[in-house]
Every structure is written in C-alpha cells, then in structure tokens.
C-alpha cells in the first residue's frame, strides 16, 4: 500500500534562507508524486509534480522538487524563501492508474521568521 | 473564474442531528473526493466519484454518504454526527482519471469546519 511519511512537523527559516522539505514514500513501483501548499483558510494548491522523465522538477513560486528512488525521496527545495512562503505543505503519492486518488502526507509547517 | 465552492464554511452541530455540506464546481470535471484534514494525520480521503452515479469508498468512509446525481455537485452526508467527525473538510475536483488527464490537478475548495458537540 501507498504510504508517505513527511518527518518534519515544523520548520522555521529566516526569510532569505534556503529550505529542504522531506518526503518519503512507500510504493512498489514509480509513483506519482506531488507537493501541494496549504496556506491558512485555504484549500490545497499543486506546486509541482512528478510523473516520469527528468528527476528535478520545477513549480510555481520557485519551488523545485527531485525524485530520488534509490532513497525513496521526493524532497521540497527553495534556494531563498519570502516570508509568504509560510503555509503548510503537503507531498502527495498517487498511483499510476489512479493518479487523483492521492495519499498525503501528514503536512510540514513552514514558518518564515524576518 | 474556475473553483470549487463549498458551504458551509463553518458548520456547529450536536451530535446525531444529520447535515450536509455542500461541494460544487464549474470546471466540467469528471472526478471529484471528500478529504478530512485532522492534526497529525494530514488529509485523508472519505469518498470519491469518478462521474456521475459511480462513487467509492476511501480510507475512511465510516458515518459518511456521498451522491453524485449530477456532474457538478457531489455533496457529503453524514446521517448521525458524532463527535469524531469534527474536522476539516474538504472537496477537490479534477478532470478524471484517464492518462489524458494525469497533468490535470486537483482543486481543492477553501474547506468546511465542523464541528460536532
């Protein structure tokens, strides 16, 4: 079965600083991976995603994510947050023959300090 | 302008008195899920509609109904509230399932919070 495991609760980075967010999956075979943001009193918005192809994958807001199926990782990046970057984020595993029934992850909290 | 609505938005209830939150979108789409977001255990999916009168259970279905009569609403019933379904809720839609699609995001409505006493 489909699992994702995001181990960071919260984070908080300077604004201007660089930011790693974790993700692990457990799935048997490729996986279709997203990262979603949750900012607050809204629903979730796509960032990126990864269905095949190149294993580092752009989105909006700057934010690029790269698969890496040797560790099972699919991890977040952004080389200089602003301080609207502060939301909840969510990676997400969808399989191949269902791909918007999605498994997410537990959520990472993101604080942006000035 | 492209969106899910849901209503209400925030919702107060006792427990066992039946509700329904609503779930709405203008995009045409062919899929469309209920997902509770609790601390802790990020969003997990309740039902989910591939088209019109065809639904299927989630992870956690219990104490929930769904209908899809028509393609653009896909309400969510619960019959008997009780205490452990306050929550946040939410309903996405997208444009189906079919490998045309897989580029196709979810979109997600801005969620209902309920509440059961």
């Known amino acids: 079965a489909q699992s994702v495991t995001q181990p960071d609760i919260h984070i908080t980075v300077s604004e201007g600083a660089s930011l790693e967010l974790r993700c692990n999956y457990s799935?048997?075979?490729?996986?279709?991976l997203f990262w979603y943001v949750q900012s607050p009193g809204q629903g979730l918005q796509l960032l990126l995603k990864?269905?095949?192809?190149?294993?580092l994958v752009q989105g909006i807001k700057g934010f690029e994510a790269e698969f890496k199926r040797s560790q099972s990782s699919f991890n977040l990046r952004k080389p200089s947050v602003h301080w609207s970057d502060a939301a909840e984020y969510f990676c997400a595993v969808g399989a191949p023959s269902g791909a918007n029934n999605l498994f997410f992850g537990t959520g990472t909290r993101l604080t942006v300090i000035p | 302008e492209a969106q899910v609505t849901q209503n209400p938005r925030y919702l107060i209830t006792v427990t066992g008195k039946k509700l329904t939150v609503t779930c709405s979108q203008n995009?045409?789409?062919?899929?469309m899920s209920w997902y509770r977001q609790d601390p802790g255990l990020g969003l997990r999916q309740i039902y989910y509609s591939m088209n019109v009168e065809v639904t299927d259970k989630g992870d956690v279905p219990e104490g929930y109904k769904v209908s899809r009569k028509e393609k653009r609403n896909f309400p969510l019933i619960l019959e008997s509230p009780s205490p452990n379904q306050t929550s946040l809720y939410f309903c996405?839609?997208?444009?189906?399932?079919?490998?045309?699609?897989?580029?196709?995001?979810?979109?997600f409505g801005n969620g209902t919070r309920l509440t059961v006493t």
């Open positions: 799935y048997g075979a490729t996986p279709y």
């Open positions: 996405a839609s997208s444009s189906g399932l079919q490998r045309s699609s897989y580029n196709s995001p979810l979109h």
């Open positions: 995009m045409n789409h062919e899929y």
């Open positions: 990864y269905f095949s192809g190149d294993t």
